[in-house]
């Protein structure tokens, strides 16, 4: 099969519909939306595209911020994608995603379990913005490559956030949603009109998350999402003065 992603300027890359290039981006695209995290073999399978294109189609959707590169090669939906799905408007998302960075890292670091943003979406979803794995060998791996991704809020720790039932502890335990030997904790993180704009949480097997660690951690996972929440509510002030 002759890879034909240069001739962009030639006859046989066009259609009656457009230049043959959009429509293999547009497909890698959906399919990365349809059913990822997926892995580049998988992608190229699934478009029957050659490998060496569907990288580079890729590598280009990444560069734009359209799809996410996981540390296990899978790839999933990127920011820039991301904003579109969510119901918080995209400047608080775009500050949520800047802002998250260093202080999930943080988080994971403290707690040494992996830690997960997320935010409304339409129809009782929710968004992933952002995770940050944990280096343990024996970690949560229900939930990697979650980035980017849009899920139901039913039932999950993130949707009980989301909706506001959380408890006077200022935080949410239940068993994670995907693997009942896991343990989620959640906590809000609020705009400056005390509105929860997403959820900030840890995931990793129960048997490390039991008894006595879950008030510390859940305390941890809480100063992490009020100091998200500050940093948040500061840029806002800021920009609002600016105008």
């Not at 695209?29 to 990822?36: E, M, Q």
């Not at 359209?66 to 920011?79: H, N």
């Not at 720790?157 to 408890?167: A, N, Q, S």
């Given at each position: 099969?002759?890879?034909?992603?240069?001739?962009?300027?030639?006859?046989?890359?066009?259609?009656?519909?457009?230049?043959?290039?959009?429509?293999?981006?547009?497909?890698?695209?959906?399919?990365?939306?349809?059913?990822?995290?997926?892995?580049?073999?998988?992608?190229?399978?699934?478009?029957?595209?050659?490998?060496?294109?569907?990288?580079?189609?890729?590598?280009?959707?990444?560069?734009?911020?359209?799809?996410?590169?996981?540390r296990d090669?899978?790839?999933?939906?990127?920011?820039?994608?991301?904003?579109?799905?969510?119901?918080?408007?995209?400047?608080?998302?775009?500050?949520?995603?800047?802002?998250?960075?260093?202080?999930?890292?943080?988080?994971?670091?403290?707690?040494?379990?992996?830690?997960?943003?997320?935010?409304?979406?339409?129809?009782?979803?929710?968004?992933?913005?952002?995770?940050?794995?944990?280096?343990?060998?024996?970690?949560?791996?229900?939930?990697?490559?979650?980035?980017?991704?849009?899920?139901?809020?039913?039932?999950?720790?993130t949707g009980?956030?989301?909706?506001?039932?959380?408890?006077?502890?200022?935080?949410?335990?239940?068993?994670?949603?995907?693997?009942?030997?896991?343990?989620?904790?959640?906590?809000?993180?609020r705009n400056?009109?005390?509105?929860?704009?997403?959820?900030?949480?840890?995931?990793?097997?129960?048997?490390?998350?039991?008894?006595?660690?879950?008030?510390?951690?859940?305390?941890?996972?809480?100063?992490?999402?009020?100091?998200?929440?500050?940093?948040?509510?500061?840029?806002?002030?800021?920009?609002?003065?600016?105008?």
């Amino acid at each position: 099969m002759t890879d034909r992603l240069a001739g962009s300027e030639g006859s046989q890359d066009e259609s009656p519909q457009g230049p043959q290039t959009v429509h293999r981006a547009l497909e890698v695209l959906t399919l990365v939306v349809d059913r990822g995290p997926l892995a580049l073999s998988d992608i190229a399978r699934a478009s029957k595209l050659p490998t060496s294109t569907t990288s580079r189609m890729l590598r280009v959707l990444e560069h734009w911020g359209y799809v996410s590169r996981a540390r296990d090669g899978q790839y999933s939906l990127g920011p820039r994608f991301v904003q579109s799905r969510v119901v918080n408007d995209q400047a608080s998302v775009e500050d949520l995603v800047d802002a998250s960075g260093p202080i999930m890292s943080r988080l994971t670091e403290q707690t040494s379990e992996s830690s997960y943003l997320a935010v409304p979406s339409p129809a009782n979803t929710c968004t992933f913005l952002r995770e940050v794995q944990s280096s343990l060998p024996i970690r949560y791996v229900g939930f990697d490559g979650w980035e980017g991704r849009t899920v139901p809020m039913g039932g999950s720790v993130t949707g009980e956030v989301l909706d506001g039932r959380i408890p006077d502890l200022g935080y949410v335990v239940m068993v994670a949603v995907q693997d009942p030997d896991a343990t989620v904790i959640g906590a809000p993180v609020r705009n400056a009109q005390g509105q929860i704009i997403a959820a900030l949480s840890i995931a990793g097997p129960s048997f490390r998350m039991g008894g006595q660690a879950v008030a510390a951690l859940g305390e941890a996972v809480s100063s992490a999402a009020t100091e998200l929440a500050e940093q948040i509510n500061s840029r806002a002030s800021q920009g609002a003065s600016k105008r």
